[in-house]
């Protein structure tokens, strides 16, 4: 199976797009399979097929690449991403608490997703949050200082077909699929949707701006 | 009154701290149009004389990097920021670049104006895909501003910056593992030299530096290399972000003088979690060596960490009180490693592979006083014999942790497991008072 003429013509010209972004267009690759992503929810043999006949180059090389990268799946996957840091830092704060019970509440293991195709769980690596640990992230978007009972409405929701905002980000967290379309260099116009800084980020600050009226010593 | 200095975090509580009219009604873009009035060799000379080095880990000159540069032939130069932020416990850049982006966008821009660059690329990690619409948007705005395309400024100067979204790899923030997956290969680092400034991004020069590194640029230029280095100690000048994480009271972003210690961070900060003590902790992620309270006072700058016997690295500050089990810590550290060798070199793709299974074997209880041994040989066996620097990063912990808390490793060989009870680690023990603080 290949993709559709409809298909082909239409992300043939987002890989277009893409790969004018580049001085070299083997640079496009990853954008690419971002790209295919947002079709197909995951880098399926179409896609890569699409990739590699895009920029010239063998689907086995697209394949070495798309196996390297941990966003990149390589099976169809839930309309959520929900991964839980269980690096050591969030392990230790809550992380392992959290993996546990989300686990246990939805019946799925690492890699799976719950009969409905909504969600699918992973263990993910430090997501560089960690002043807001245990950290769970909804298609790569932040939700912070979780607790097991927060993790459990939060999936509740998403399967609920609830609006879910994160922590930090988007007004509300899109799908899988829709995600993929932006980090493959497509803006949604959600840049200025959500916060600056949540109260970690900004704690320094205030305890400075707080004992030197507003400004830095230094500043 | 604090040490603090809040410079590249001074705008971050502002109302849409993330856009062009707030970056500059607080002086955002000032240090660019100083910088096009002057020559690019000025502007590396201010960077050299300011003494600004690398905030990515290493700590490398930054000014003395872009001298590194071959002179013009003629040929593309390209300018790459590393924003694949992805070391256990370090959490700096990214809230930077969604807070402030165009601090990033303003110091690409002076950066590249000074090494002749006509693209540049920020690569970010793509597991933050709300920092990477920010960036997106920041680039558009500053088009629109006239600071970035075509004659910026009125200059002549042209300048394209693409911003980049990885995959997933920790990897990538090895710099020339990061130069191959910009190429879109897989994310493997290259034999050096030749270094990326002489043959970079497709074999042409090319300086890469950490985000911080480049936010920083921007304040040097308009305020000047004095007043930078005026901050600091002797030979670790400037203000950096320390990023406190883990059982403290309040976790976050403090910005100071590079050279202000744990002990004053965690006073200003209400301290460890209350009703604990502190353990140990790690100065710069998890690739440097363990510190305990006996370091509470070692002034963090790259020298005094380094005479200490560890690292800087990112000032990630991950606080660990007593209820922390050291094995399930490094465990889970050495798994990461694991997972994210890239399998390049064999010390390190087999090293970690073993040094992981002797770690569930302590965990289960079926560890013995032999393997404690054996982690240690295994360590010694990937340190200095790695491609790059993962697998000698892999061993930091290891060796520190055994050397600091051996008889806690032994309590899992003699007790058959841990000793511990893993979940009094965990923040939402704490009186729920506490989390609503937090929140």
């Known amino acids: 199976m290949t993709y559709t003429d409809e298909q082909t013509t239409r992300l043939g010209k987002d890989a277009a797009a ?39 180059v063998s689907t086995a090389e697209v394949s070495a690449v798309a196996t390297f990268y941990s966003q990149f799946k390589r099976r169809p996957t839930g309309e959520f991403q929900v991964g839980v840091c269980t690096n050591t830092l969030c392990a230790l704060m809550g992380g392992d608490e959290l993996w546990k019970s989300l686990t246990e509440h939805l019946g799925v293991g690492n890699d799976e997703t719950t009969d409905d195709g909504k969600v699918t769980l992973e263990r993910i690596e430090c997501n560089a949050a960690c002043d807001y640990a245990p950290v769970m992230m909804v298609n790569w978007e932040f939700f912070d200082n979780q607790t097991p009972e927060s993790a459990a409405q939060i999936v509740d929701d998403l399967r609920a077909g609830k609006d879910v905002a994160p922590t930090r980000g988007a007004s509300k967290v899109c799908s ?44 | ?44 000379q201010a960077v050299r004389d300011s003494g600004l080095r690398g905030r990515g880990g290493a700590g ?109 790899a920790y990897i990538c923030g090895e710099e020339s593992a990061l130069l191959d997956s910009l190429e879109g290969r897989r994310g493997q680092p290259r034999l050096k030299p030749p270094y990326p400034a002489v043959e970079g991004l497709y074999s042409r020069p090319t300086v890469i530096n950490n985000v911080e590194t480049i936010a920083s640029v921007p304040g040097i230029i308009s305020e000047g290399a004095a007043w930078f280095a005026a901050m600091g100690t002797e030979r670790s000048k400037g203000h950096v972000l320390y990023s406190l994480s883990g059982h403290v009271e309040r976790p976050g972003q403090y910005e100071g003088p590079l050279g202000m210690t744990l002990r004053e961070l965690l006073d200003m900060s209400g301290g460890v979690r209350k009703g604990h003590t502190l353990k140990f902790w790690t100065p710069g992620g998890s690739s440097t060596p363990l510190f305990t309270e006996k370091q509470l006072d070692v002034p963090l700058d790259y020298e005094a960490v380094e005479a200490a016997g560890s690292m800087l690295g990112t000032r990630a500050l991950q606080i660990f009180d007593e209820t922390t089990c050291v094995v399930r810590a490094v465990a889970r550290w050495t798994e990461f490693y694991k ?35 054996q982690l240690l040989d295994t360590s010694r066996s990937i340190l200095g014999r790695s491609f790059c620097a993962l697998g000698d990063a892999a061993t930091m912990t290891i060796s520190s942790s055994i ?4 008889d806690e490793y032994m309590a899992h060989v003699t007790g058959h497991g841990c000793p511990m009870n893993p979940r009094a680690t965990a923040l939402f023990a704490v009186p729920a008072k506490k989390k609503g603080a937090r929140a």
């Open chain 1, 18 to 56: 893409i790969i004018a972004r580049y001085p070299k267009p083997r640079s496009a690759l990853l954008p690419l399979l971002h790209l295919v992503q947002s079709e197909d929810g995951f880098v399926s043999p179409d896609g890569m097929a699409f990739c590699a006949a895009q920029l010239g």
């Open chain 2, 339 to 373: 997972h994210e060798s890239c399998g390049k070199c064999t010390p390190c793709r087999e090293g970690t592979f073993w040094l992981s299974q002797i770690y569930e074997r302590l965990e289960s209880g079926e560890g013995t006083e032999a393997d404690i041994e």
């Open chain 2, 403 to 406: 050397a600091l808390f051996r």
């Open chain 2, 60 to 168: 490398f000159p930054t000014g003395m990097k872009w001298g590194f540069l071959p002179a013009p032939d003629g040929g593309h130069r390209y300018l790459v920021v590393n924003a694949d932020e992805s070391e256990p416990g370090t959490c700096k850049d990214i809230p930077l670049m969604m807070a402030s982006p165009h601090m990033l966008i303003e110091g690409a821009i002076i950066t590249a104006y000074a090494i002749d660059a006509e693209r540049a690329f920020i690569y970010l990690r793509g597991e933050t895909v709300h920092v990477y619409r920010r960036l997106l948007g920041a680039v558009e705005e500053a088009k629109k501003a006239g600071y970035l395309g075509t004659n910026i400024l009125g200059t002549g100067y042209d300048l394209e910056i693409i911003v980049h979204a990885g995959a997933g």
């Open chain 2, 1 to 44: 009154m604090s040490k603090l200095t809040p410079i590249l975090s001074r705008h971050w509580a502002e109302p849409n701290s993330w856009s062009l009219t707030t970056y500059e009604a607080d002086g955002g873009y000032a240090g660019l149009k100083k910088a096009v009035k002057s020559t690019p060799a000025d502007i590396i």
């Open chain 1, 176 to 219: 899988f699929k829709e995600i993929s379309r932006v980090l493959a260099g497509f803006e949604d116009g959600r840049a200025d949707e959500g916060i600056g800084a949540g109260a970690p980020t900004l704690a320094g600050l205030e305890i400075a701006t707080g004992e030197s009226s507003g400004k830095g010593d230094a500043a």
